[in-house]
């Protein structure tokens, strides 16, 4: 319990460091950053996770169940690749004046990955997956 | 909400609580990271900064970027993990319960603030941005430290519980909370494959979605900001050039030639960004402390002031401390790859110097002053 208080007390105060720290930094309009972090959290709130239930939902009214662990994990790792590589395949960061930053086809390179990805997910899924038997380890039954 | 308007049986405590210890190590391991690039860009007084090994700071900031990357598909399903949460009836009970939970949406707002701010500067995309990035990044990652540990004060029960080898667990549920949390690191590692050789050269080959390409660029190395871009073509291709060093009893300024005729050097050494990439380069010049010396300074006590002929910005000058002043791979450096420096890479002259931040490495040198002895 004493552990726990020292963690909430610590935790406190170093958010009001950050939060002194925001407010006297010369280079920071602490505006923006409450804007942003406003943002961030709505939109992930209310946009990013009702369309994730929604693929889900999809997902569990039309995949057979025996495929359907591939199927999320193709669908979570084309999410994740997506979300990380959309800025570079939007390409707004790209200066005319510099050719090494941001210098590959990502737009192109993305849906190589997306299809490995997919293929991936069309491999049949192994016999073992199907059968009960190969979770219970040697001794399960003498505990 | 009406019960079953989340049905999927893969969210429990315990998948909720492996995610959160596996977050706890990202998050850990990109603060401190990234909390020691900060102090040796801003060092504090009792702060030292070694200048070897060479490649360390690449591999911190490496380390920093890959991790930040990697943390998207464990946050994400974390969060979806508990989605459900979000909708809890009522929505305070009392003022603790409150509090507990303006904490954790100041946790998940800070948490997804650095991934987000992080993706968009490795990117370069500004514009979305309504602060300063580094700033902001450093500041908001204090608020996730500190919200993080209140968190984890007041879910530790919760986390012990879950975790204990007691709880009981249907088989389908445990299968399919193995699944998922496969599945998160799957896509962490597939992300890490397909970006992380911007700074680990075995990878560059896979490295399809990474911001950089470490032999891509002028003279085969990446380039942050140009020379049109700093505003300092005609002032670096000025034949009247000269290169001011001034100590505190003496002071020359060299010219093109003067400075071709001094001892040259060559060392191999990585430029390292900040934003995760870093390539090697063999470059060719005059250490830094057979300069301070011909001013008639202890080159081993030496802090030095190196200052860009850029007009403005950020970067134009730094300190070289005496750690970096001394050692003999500490250059200003006139060749890249044997060949006099492109524009880019800082015409006529630029510091090179190991473990060092990329944005430290001026460009474009105009003048070197020697500041104190330490």
């Known amino acids: ?143 | 909400m009406r019960p079953g308007a989340f049905p999927s049986r893969s969210r429990s405590a315990r998948l909720t609580s492996q995610l959160g210890l596996a977050l706890g190590a990202t998050f850990a391991v990109c603060f401190l990271t990234g909390l020691l690039s900060h102090v040796i860009q801003h060092p504090p007084t009792w702060f030292r900064w070694p200048s070897r090994p060479v490649t360390l700071y690449p591999f911190t900031q490496g380390v920093h970027v890959a991790t930040g990357l990697a943390t998207v598909p464990l946050l994400g399903v974390k969060l979806w993990s508990v989605y459900p949460r979000l909708f809890t009836w009522p929505p305070f009970r009392s003022v603790t319960h409150a509090a507990e939970r303006a904490s954790v949406a100041v946790l998940v707002a800070a948490a997804l603030f650095q991934v987000v701010s992080g993706i968009l500067n490795v990117s370069r995309w500004y514009a979305p941005m309504p602060f300063y990035f580094p700033a902001g990044h450093y500041w908001v990652a204090w608020l996730v430290v500190g919200a993080m540990l209140v968190h984890i004060g007041v879910q530790l029960p919760a986390v012990r519980a879950a975790l204990a080898r007691t709880t009981t667990e249907a088989d389908q549920d445990r299968l399919s909370r193995r699944n998922l949390l496969g599945t998160a690191g799957a896509a962490a590692a597939l992300i890490t494959l397909t970006t992380v050789g911007q700074t680990f050269r075995p990878l560059s080959g896979l490295a399809v979605l990474a911001p950089r390409l470490p032999d891509v660029g002028p003279q085969g190395v990446p380039v942050n900001t140009t020379a049109a871009g700093a505003a300092v073509v005609s002032l670096v291709t000025d034949p009247s050039y000269q290169l001011e060093v001034a100590g505190p009893g003496r002071r020359v300024s060299l010219d093109l030639a003067a400075l071709n005729a001094l001892p040259q050097h060559t060392a191999e050494l990585p430029i390292a960004c900040v934003e995760g990439w870093s390539a090697s380069g063999l470059w060719t010049g005059i250490r830094l402390r057979d300069l301070v010396a011909l001013v008639g300074a202890d080159p081993e006590r030496a802090t030095v002031l190196v200052e860009s002929l850029q007009a403005g910005g950020r970067y134009r000058a730094t300190t070289v401390a005496p750690e970096h002043t001394r050692d003999p791979l500490t250059l200003v450096a006139l060749r890249l790859g044997g060949e006099p420096l492109h524009l880019d890479h800082g015409y006529p002259a630029r510091l090179i110097a190991p473990n060092r931040p990329g944005v430290l490495q001026t460009k474009w040198i105009g003048r070197i002053t020697l500041l104190e002895s330490r």
């Open chain 1, 1 to 143: 319990m004493r552990a726990r208080g020292a963690l909430v007390v610590a935790g406190i105060l170093i958010m009001g460091y950050a939060a002194a720290g925001a407010l006297t930094d010369p280079d920071l309009a602490p505006a923006g950053v409450l804007l942003f972090l406003a943002g961030v959290l709505i939109g992930h709130d209310i946009i990013v996770m009702p369309a994730v239930l929604a693929v889900g939902a999809v997902i569990a009214r039309y995949v057979p169940s025996r495929r359907r662990p591939a199927v999320i994990a193709a669908t979570v790792s084309a999410a994740a690749l997506i979300f990380v590589a959309l800025p570079l395949v939007l390409g707004f960061g790209r200066p005319a004046d510099n050719p090494s930053a941001l210098p590959s086809p990502y737009g192109r390179n993305l849906a190589v990955v997306l299809l490995v990805i997919a293929a991936g997910a069309a491999v049949p899924p192994l016999r073992r997956a199907t059968g009960r038997k190969s979770f219970e380890r040697p001794g399960d039954e003498a505990r």
